[in-house]
Protein backbone atom coordinates (compact mmCIF):
# COMPACT_ATOMS: atom_id res chain seq x y z
CA UNK A 1 0.00 0.00 0.00
CA UNK A 2 1.23 3.66 -0.97
CA UNK A 3 0.25 6.65 -1.09
CA UNK A 4 -0.07 9.29 -3.38
CA UNK A 5 -0.45 12.97 -2.34
CA UNK A 6 0.18 16.44 -3.05
CA UNK A 7 2.44 19.67 -1.87
CA UNK A 8 0.56 22.75 -2.22
CA UNK A 9 0.38 26.59 -1.11
CA UNK A 10 -1.61 29.41 -1.08
CA UNK A 11 0.90 31.82 -1.90
CA UNK A 12 1.79 30.08 -5.72
CA UNK A 13 -0.34 27.86 -7.97
CA UNK A 14 2.07 25.04 -8.64
CA UNK A 15 1.60 21.46 -7.22
CA UNK A 16 3.77 19.17 -6.39
CA UNK A 17 2.65 15.36 -7.08
CA UNK A 18 4.56 12.31 -4.95
CA UNK A 19 4.17 9.30 -3.44
CA UNK A 20 4.81 7.42 -0.21
CA UNK A 21 5.37 4.02 0.92
CA UNK A 22 7.14 4.45 4.26
CA UNK A 23 5.51 7.56 6.02
CA UNK A 24 2.42 9.46 7.35
CA UNK A 25 1.76 12.64 5.13
CA UNK A 26 2.87 14.78 7.97
CA UNK A 27 6.09 12.82 8.36
CA UNK A 28 6.48 13.03 4.96
CA UNK A 29 5.92 16.77 5.04
CA UNK A 30 8.39 17.35 7.84
CA UNK A 31 10.97 15.06 5.84
CA UNK A 32 10.12 17.79 2.55
CA UNK A 33 11.32 20.12 4.89
CA UNK A 34 14.69 18.60 6.53
CA UNK A 35 15.42 18.04 3.09
CA UNK A 36 14.83 21.45 1.97
CA UNK A 37 16.66 22.68 4.89
CA UNK A 38 19.60 20.53 3.78
CA UNK A 39 19.12 22.14 0.17
CA UNK A 40 19.63 25.79 1.57
CA UNK A 41 22.63 24.89 3.46
CA UNK A 42 24.61 23.41 0.72
CA UNK A 43 24.32 19.75 1.95
CA UNK A 44 21.88 18.30 -1.01
CA UNK A 45 20.69 19.41 -4.91
CA UNK A 46 17.66 20.85 -5.71
CA UNK A 47 14.36 19.06 -6.38
CA UNK A 48 10.70 20.21 -7.71
CA UNK A 49 9.18 20.05 -4.01
CA UNK A 50 11.47 22.50 -2.86
CA UNK A 51 9.31 24.95 -5.38
CA UNK A 52 6.60 24.78 -2.49
CA UNK A 53 8.83 24.36 0.76
CA UNK A 54 10.38 27.47 0.53
CA UNK A 55 6.87 28.81 1.42
CA UNK A 56 5.44 28.53 5.26
CA UNK A 57 2.26 27.78 4.40
CA UNK A 58 2.80 24.68 2.33
CA UNK A 59 0.32 21.74 2.90
CA UNK A 60 -0.29 18.17 2.18
CA UNK A 61 -2.93 16.72 0.68
CA UNK A 62 -4.06 13.02 0.04
CA UNK A 63 -4.82 12.17 -3.48
CA UNK A 64 -5.55 8.64 -2.88
CA UNK A 65 -4.51 5.51 -1.26
CA UNK A 66 -3.30 2.80 -3.72
CA UNK A 67 -3.52 -0.69 -2.57
CA UNK A 68 -0.99 -2.73 -5.10
CA UNK A 69 1.65 -4.02 -6.34
CA UNK A 70 5.19 -1.56 -5.76
CA UNK A 71 5.35 -1.60 -9.33
CA UNK A 72 1.83 0.38 -9.52
CA UNK A 73 3.66 3.39 -7.56
CA UNK A 74 5.37 4.88 -10.26
CA UNK A 75 2.74 4.64 -13.28
CA UNK A 76 -0.16 5.78 -10.72
CA UNK A 77 2.08 8.39 -9.68
CA UNK A 78 3.11 9.05 -13.02
CA UNK A 79 -0.84 9.93 -14.07
CA UNK A 80 -1.50 11.65 -11.02
CA UNK A 81 1.22 13.91 -11.96
CA UNK A 82 -0.29 14.75 -15.69
CA UNK A 83 -3.82 14.89 -14.41
CA UNK A 84 -3.31 17.44 -12.07
CA UNK A 85 -3.44 21.20 -12.93
CA UNK A 86 0.10 23.34 -12.62
CA UNK A 87 1.98 19.79 -11.30
CA UNK A 88 5.44 20.97 -11.54
CA UNK A 89 7.08 17.49 -11.42
CA UNK A 90 5.92 16.07 -14.90
CA UNK A 91 9.12 13.87 -15.83
CA UNK A 92 10.20 15.41 -19.08
CA UNK A 93 13.00 12.62 -21.13
CA UNK A 94 13.77 15.33 -23.12
CA UNK A 95 14.94 17.66 -20.06
CA UNK A 96 16.58 15.19 -18.44
CA UNK A 97 20.75 15.34 -18.01
CA UNK A 98 22.51 12.57 -17.24
CA UNK A 99 25.46 12.91 -14.36
CA UNK A 100 26.96 10.22 -15.54
CA UNK A 101 30.46 10.73 -17.13
CA UNK A 102 30.71 10.07 -21.19
CA UNK A 103 32.08 7.13 -22.35
CA UNK A 104 35.56 7.64 -23.67
CA UNK A 105 36.11 5.66 -27.09
CA UNK A 106 39.46 4.90 -26.15
CA UNK A 107 40.08 1.03 -24.69
CA UNK A 108 39.89 0.41 -21.15
CA UNK A 109 43.43 0.41 -19.51
CA UNK A 110 42.54 -1.39 -15.74
CA UNK A 111 45.28 -3.06 -13.95
CA UNK A 112 45.98 -6.96 -13.59
CA UNK A 113 44.49 -6.62 -10.36
CA UNK A 114 41.28 -4.79 -11.55
CA UNK A 115 40.65 -7.37 -14.55
CA UNK A 116 41.48 -9.45 -11.53
CA UNK A 117 38.64 -8.36 -9.42
CA UNK A 118 36.04 -7.96 -12.35
CA UNK A 119 36.22 -11.57 -12.96
CA UNK A 120 35.93 -12.53 -9.70
CA UNK A 121 32.61 -11.01 -9.52
CA UNK A 122 29.40 -13.46 -8.82
CA UNK A 123 26.66 -11.32 -10.84
CA UNK A 124 27.19 -10.19 -14.18
CA UNK A 125 25.62 -6.65 -12.32
CA UNK A 126 28.41 -7.01 -9.86
CA UNK A 127 31.00 -6.75 -12.99
CA UNK A 128 29.21 -4.13 -14.77
CA UNK A 129 29.09 -1.79 -11.02
CA UNK A 130 33.29 -2.77 -10.51
CA UNK A 131 33.76 -2.28 -14.33
CA UNK A 132 32.35 1.56 -14.55
CA UNK A 133 33.62 2.20 -10.95
CA UNK A 134 37.77 1.24 -12.20
CA UNK A 135 36.42 3.32 -15.76
CA UNK A 136 35.34 6.25 -14.22
CA UNK A 137 36.86 6.97 -10.81
CA UNK A 138 39.55 9.31 -11.87
CA UNK A 139 36.89 11.29 -13.34
CA UNK A 140 34.18 11.53 -10.59
CA UNK A 141 37.20 12.20 -8.08
CA UNK A 142 38.11 15.36 -10.48
CA UNK A 143 34.47 16.57 -10.46
CA UNK A 144 34.00 15.84 -6.64
CA UNK A 145 37.35 18.03 -6.26
CA UNK A 146 36.46 20.99 -8.39
CA UNK A 147 32.61 20.42 -6.64
CA UNK A 148 34.14 21.10 -3.21
CA UNK A 149 36.13 24.27 -4.76
CA UNK A 150 32.90 25.75 -6.04
CA UNK A 151 31.35 25.36 -2.52
CA UNK A 152 34.07 25.81 0.00
CA UNK A 153 36.59 27.92 -2.25
CA UNK A 154 39.26 26.06 -1.10
CA UNK A 155 41.56 25.02 -3.45
CA UNK A 156 42.70 21.00 -4.19
CA UNK A 157 46.09 19.99 -3.00
CA UNK A 158 48.50 20.15 -5.74
CA UNK A 159 48.90 15.96 -5.64
CA UNK A 160 45.50 15.94 -6.37
CA UNK A 161 45.46 18.50 -9.29
CA UNK A 162 48.27 16.42 -10.74
CA UNK A 163 46.60 13.31 -10.35
CA UNK A 164 43.07 14.28 -12.07
CA UNK A 165 45.15 16.33 -14.15
CA UNK A 166 42.82 19.77 -13.18
CA UNK A 167 44.24 22.41 -15.36
CA UNK A 168 44.73 25.49 -13.83
CA UNK A 169 41.41 26.65 -16.04
CA UNK A 170 38.89 24.51 -14.44
CA UNK A 171 40.38 25.57 -11.02
CA UNK A 172 39.69 29.12 -11.51
CA UNK A 173 36.12 28.47 -13.07
CA UNK A 174 35.29 26.76 -9.66
CA UNK A 175 36.68 29.82 -7.91
CA UNK A 176 34.85 31.87 -9.83
CA UNK A 177 31.49 29.92 -8.97
CA UNK A 178 32.17 30.02 -5.58
CA UNK A 179 32.71 34.03 -5.21
CA UNK A 180 29.37 34.55 -7.63
CA UNK A 181 27.64 32.32 -5.02
CA UNK A 182 28.87 33.97 -2.29
CA UNK A 183 28.65 37.34 -3.22
CA UNK A 184 24.75 36.76 -3.48
CA UNK A 185 24.53 35.78 0.00
Not at 69 to 77: F, K, L, M, N, V
Not at 104 to 116: K, N, V
Not at 167 to 184: G, H
Amino acid sequence: MFQIYSLTSDDTPSVYVGSTKNFSLKKKLYQHGIQFKLYQNGGRSSMPAFELMKYKNTKINLIKTVVGAPSDRYSEELNAQKTTPNCINIPDPTKYVTTKPTKHDEDDHFTDEQIEKIKNCPTKNGEYVLRNYYRYSAEKLKYHALKRVRNTGILPRAATIDKYKISADEILEAVRTFNKKNKKN
